[in-house]
Nanobody
Framework: QVQLAESGGGLVQAGGSLRLSCAGS????????MGWFRQAPGKEREFVAA????????YYADSVKGRFSISRDNAKNTVLLQMNSLQREDTAVYYC????????????????????WGQGTQVTVSS
């Protein structure tokens, strides 16, 4: 069973960048397909990005495509979310999530498809 912990959130001006990190512990990190989700105030949690166990496949929500980039380093048990050209609409609590299995070539974008979750990190974009 893996434990996930996000970091790197904060306050940034519109147009700026942040890099979120998710550290895994207690399991073999490469055995997990990883995703990022976010939840804005008053809204449901939504899919942001996902990455296969090897890092060879990545998937993005249309709203962040071209601005966000997901990557992973299995040797360091870490998945990153590089966020560029941030907009006020990106303000949310960001969660990383893990799905058991070395899945490749599949897009998992629903909350129920993931097995483990971090506590979240707040990202606030000001105008």
């Amino acid at each position: 069973q893996v434990q996930l912990a996000e970091s790197g959130g904060g306050l940034v001006q519109a147009g700026g960048s942040l890099r979120l990190s998710c550290a895994g512990s207690g399991g073999t990190f490469s055995n997990y397909y990883m995703g990022w989700f976010r939840q804005a105030p008053g809204k449901e949690r939504e899919f942001v990005a996902a990455i296969s166990w090897s890092g060879g496949n990545t998937y993005y929500a249309d709203s962040v495509k071209g601005r966000f980039s997901i990557s992973r380093d299995n040797a360091k048990n870490t998945v990153l979310l590089q966020m560029n050209s941030l907009q006020r609409e990106d303000t949310a609590v960001y969660y990383c999530a893990g799905k058991v299995g070395r899945h490749s070539g599949l897009r998992f974008s629903r909350e129920y498809e993931y097995d483990y979750w971090g506590q979240g990190t707040q990202v606030t974009v000001s105008s």
